[in-house]
């Protein structure tokens, strides 16, 4: 359980002890039967199944099925959850004029903020969280919403009309299609032979990105959520949560750095850098606070990640600096030795990059996946009895009692 401070409150009415545990490291928080890491040994299940058994053999909508009802779909049962899936993926008209507001380069995180915040507003009727239908029916309204809401975003600021969502195409394949869909060209029937890798791809990092228990903003829905807060805004929170780049940005500073680098020459003189203890340049998406062995999730991606990039019809000398790049640091005995390697944010940005996906949209994917997470954490805390408001307490740091100057004695 690591080693929190234990401090003995002193003023008179605070009997008793309490932790002093910064960013909880060593707190748990609640209960929770959805995900289970042993950061040691580099495991991670969701509802008990291995994330390489459901990255093998099931599709994200499988999974966010999982996640929510606490076991894999019968034949059946996912065409049932499709069916309402795709009954709730279509925007109301009305949301248009919200992104209308945002100016065409305003960040898709802050649409994304206040856009699934204003979903509260459209769905009144069924905002009675104790009834468990209308709970059910906001988590899935939310998963079935996000990818429209994400492409809408772009869309947005590329200024191209908005692409409704079909129901003869799965759920990434339907993402793909309302973010690149063309009037004059059908993205996914023209290039179907380019855009499967690019489906399996998506897929593969959405099931990787569902859930990954009490990060920050997985935790901050459930705080949020623990006050009985509407879903809608319980997931605008996790949303704005994830925007922080020591969150769901580490994709992002992987390109970032690529391109500082710039050249497979100047491999070297980063890696020198990164073990320099007084340069506080560290290689970015290396190492994790959990996984100290290795990530699960990058061991996966990885294969996919080098299969993307050989078939990738846009060359990019970004892709060659970073496979040389992972090449190096893998043989590196300073990362050997600290068992810093790759992690999934390694190869996500660099994969999303691949598939066209703009930079700034990459925090975007890591929502649209982690929905189907938040949701099934606020669905088990919402029908928990035992849910109690979240209320962290604080260790006091401030002057004593003191008396306050009227302004004229000050
Ligand atoms: N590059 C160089 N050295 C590193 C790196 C790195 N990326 N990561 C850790 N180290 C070194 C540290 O300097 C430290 O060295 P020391 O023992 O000589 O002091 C040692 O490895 C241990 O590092 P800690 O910071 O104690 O490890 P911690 O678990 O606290 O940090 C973290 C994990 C934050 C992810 C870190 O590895 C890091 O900064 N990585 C780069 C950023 C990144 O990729 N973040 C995404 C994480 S994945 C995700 O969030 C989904």
């Given at each position: ?45 969701y509802r008990g199944y291995p994330i390489e058994e459901l990255a093998e053999n099931c599709s994200f909508l499988e999974v966010a ?322 849910n109690v408001i979240g209320r962290p307490r604080q260790l006091y740091v401030g002057p004593s009692q003191r008396e306050v100057m009227p302004l004229?004695?000050?």
């Amino acid at each position: 359980l690591g080693n929190p401070t234990v401090d003995v409150r002193t003023l008179k009415n605070d009997l008793g002890y309490f932790t002093f545990d910064p960013g909880f490291v060593s707190t748990a928080s609640c209960k929770s039967a959805i995900t289970y890491i042993d950061g040691e040994q580099g495991i991670l299940l969701y509802r008990g199944y291995p994330i390489e058994e459901l990255a093998e053999n099931c599709s994200f909508l499988e999974v966010a099925y999982l996640l929510i009802h606490g076991d894999l779909p019968n034949e059946q049962e996912l065409n049932h959850f499709k069916f309402e899936i795709d009954d709730r993926a279509v925007l109301h008209e009305s949301l248009r004029v919200f992104f209308d507001g945002f100016h065409y380069d305003a960040h898709p995180m802050a649409m994304m903020v206040g856009v699934v915040g204003s979903l509260s507003a459209f769905y009144h009727s069924d905002l009675d969280i104790s009834d468990p239908d209308n709970r059910y029916i906001c988590a899935t309204r939310m998963i079935a919403k996000i990818p429209a809401i994400a492409a809408a975003c772009y869309r947005h600021s590329i200024g191209a009309p908005f692409v409704y969502p079909r129901v003869d195409l799965d759920y990434c394949e339907n993402f793909l299609n309302m973010m690149f869909s063309r009037p004059e060209k059908r993205f996914l029937e023209q290039a179907r032979s380019i855009d499967e890798t690019a489906v399996k791809a998506l897929n593969l990092l959405f099931i990787l990105h569902a859930d990954h228990e009490q990060n920050a903003s997985t935790s901050t829905v459930r705080l949020a959520g623990s006050t009985g807060a509407n879903p809608y805004a319980c997931i605008a929170a996790g949303i704005a949560a994830l925007w922080g780049p020591a969150h769901g940005g580490a994709n992002e500073a992987v390109l970032s750095m690529l391109k500082e680098i710039g050249t497979v020459e100047r491999i070297p003189e980063y890696i020198a850098k990164a073990k320099d203890k007084d340069d506080p340049f560290r290689l970015m998406g290396f190492g994790h606070r959990v996984y100290k062995n290795f990530d699960p999730r990058a061991t996966i991606i990885r294969q996919t990640c080098h299969e993307v990039l050989r078939q990738s019809c846009q060359p990019d000398p970004l892709f060659d600096l970073a496979m040389a790049l992972e090449e190096y640091a893998l043989q590196d005995d300073y990362f050997i030795e600290k068992k810093l390697y790759p992690n999934v944010d390694f190869y996500s940005g660099i994969i999303y990059k691949a598939l066209g996906i703009p930079v700034d949209m990459f925090t975007v994917m890591f929502a649209i996946a982690r929905t189907a997470g938040w949701v099934a954490h606020w669905l088990e805390m919402t029908g928990d009895t035992g849910n109690v408001i979240g209320r962290p307490r604080q260790l006091y740091v401030g002057p004593s009692q003191r008396e306050v100057m009227p302004l004229h004695r000050r």
